[in-house]
């Protein structure tokens, strides 16, 4: 008996499949032969986890992403799941190329793990250091040993994380806001905290950081927070990676195409 | 009142003695507990693990009062129609009313604890598990689409695999990853 195709299944996932067809479906997956070894159940199991890995890197559509967070998304542990899909796909898209698409046959080159510096970010060497250093304290504090520990100086790698807050408040808004920053000593990331004058509720938003219009960092499917009368929106960026110098941080709805807000943050360290 | 079969001590050996006709019982038993979570999670997936062992202690008491049971599997699937049909009644009659919940207000792991602490032990975690299968993990889940079954398709004709065996694999691996992933951040938020 064949499996469904793939489309099929994923319809199903979503909800779409006329319920004559579910019913199909359901005594199908009980009766899905042993000694095929679950065929059928592990390709249902499959098209989940490949829904999971799209809706993570942003490849369905709104009506798409709707169904999964309404159906595939409910529980702590789904959504757990969900932060290990985009974390797989972070460390995918740092990986080799070769190691990116090889398989395990032994004529492919048997690459060794690629250098272990902790977590390694696209956007920037500089940044990779730092966020490495970031994830290594994090672990030690745990007493979690990295096999190959990243190497970074003495002083990151016992020193505690330093997260400084910058608020980019609507209200200061211009056409392109402007503002001045100091980064404090010791400081090893920044919380970024944008305002959203026009919440929506069930929106997400996007927030990017740009240095003369080379992006330099992403953060997206922020969901909204309330403090008070505020309603906005946060992402942390490895202090490395923000840098001294101008920067222009922008803030818009998932959904929409042009940014709706942007801050050129001029940043400095403190002497 | 039915009469209990002779020799068999509780409910669950009446479940295991009837799967043991087709394959190892345990196995049974988890191929069967799998297929009853995936139907619930389709329809309640809140209480997914729960109802599925409703339906696993109903099936087994119908086992042992004598039923008589043709289809293991498609009994189960019936008994798991009913034990949905309940639930949805009882969540009717408490007002849960099954609409879009949206993402709750409780704060998800990635909020709590961190992308990049989730990256750092999901590293540590494909370490563990040696270079052929942390290779076989990231050209696994990879790509989308057309691209996806391509490079699946090819993965298994390079290791002269089925694609089936090749998929049971991947999604072995993946819970391993993924079980070594919660555990390592279990430890983080002890320390948070």
């Known amino acids: ?271 | 009142m039915n009469e209990t079969r002779p020799g068999l001590a509780s409910s669950f050996d009446a479940l295991l003695s009837r799967l043991a006709r087709d394959e190892p019982a345990q196995l049974g038993y988890e191929r069967l507990r799998r297929r009853l979570t995936q139907f619930f999670r389709l329809h309640l997936p809140v209480e997914a693990e729960d109802l599925a062992d409703i339906a696993l202690d109903r099936l087994a008491r119908r086992l042992q009062e004598g039923t008589e049971v043709e289809h293991t599997q498609r009994y189960a699937l019936g008994v798991a129609r009913l034990v949905l049909l309940e639930a949805r009644t009882r969540h009717a009659k408490q007002q849960l009313a099954e609409q879009d919940p949206g993402w709750s207000e409780v704060p998800d792991a990635e909020e709590t604890l961190g992308l990049e602490t989730t990256i750092a032990a999901l590293g540590a975690c494909l370490d563990q598990l040696g270079t052929r299968a942390r290779s076989l993990i990231l050209a696994y889940y990879g790509d989308d689409g057309a691209r996806r079954i391509q490079i699946r398709q090819q993965l298994a004709a390079d290791l002269g695999s089925s694609l089936n065996a090749l998929r049971n694999r991947a999604l072995r691996l993946r819970e391993t990853l993924e079980r070594c992933v919660r555990d390592k951040l279990k430890t983080v938020s002890q320390f948070t």
């Open chain 1, 1 to 271: 008996m064949t499996i469904p195709v793939d489309t099929t299944l994923r319809r199903w996932l979503l909800h779409r499949l006329p319920e004559a067809e579910v019913a199909a479906l359901e005594t199908r997956l009980f009766d899905d032969d042993a000694t095929e070894d679950g065929s059928f159940a592990a390709s249902l199991r499959e098209a989940e986890l490949d829904l999971i890995d799209d809706y993570a890197q942003g490849r369905l559509d709104a009506d798409e992403r709707r169904d999964v967070e309404r159906h595939l998304l409910q529980t702590g542990e789904d959504r757990l799941q969900l932060t290990i899909a985009r974390a797989l796909a972070q460390v995918r898209s740092n990986a080799p190329v070769r190691e990116r698409h090889a398989g395990t046959s032994k004529h492919a080159s048997a690459s060794p793990s690629p250098r272990r510096r902790g977590t390694r970010w696209k956007y920037g060497a500089a940044g990779g250091a730092m966020a490495a250093g970031l994830a290594l304290v994090v672990l030690v504090l745990a007493g979690i040993q990295p096999r190959k520990p990243p190497a970074p100086t003495d002083a990151v790698a016992t020193a505690p994380a330093v997260i400084q807050s910058v608020a980019l408040l609507a209200s200061t808004q211009r056409g392109a806001a402007e503002l001045e920053i100091t980064l404090e000593h010791g400081t090893t990331a920044l919380r970024l905290q944008a305002e959203v004058a026009r919440p929506q509720t069930g929106t997400r938003y996007v927030l990017r950081v740009g240095d003369a219009g080379r992006t330099v960092f992403v953060a997206d499917d922020l969901s909204l927070h309330q403090s008070g009368p505020y309603a906005y929106v946060e992402a942390v960026i490895p202090a490395a990676l923000f840098g001294a110098g101008v920067r222009q941080v922008s803030l818009q709805a998932q959904a929409d195409t042009e940014p709706g807000f942007v801050w050129q943050v001029h940043t400095r360290k403190a002497d």
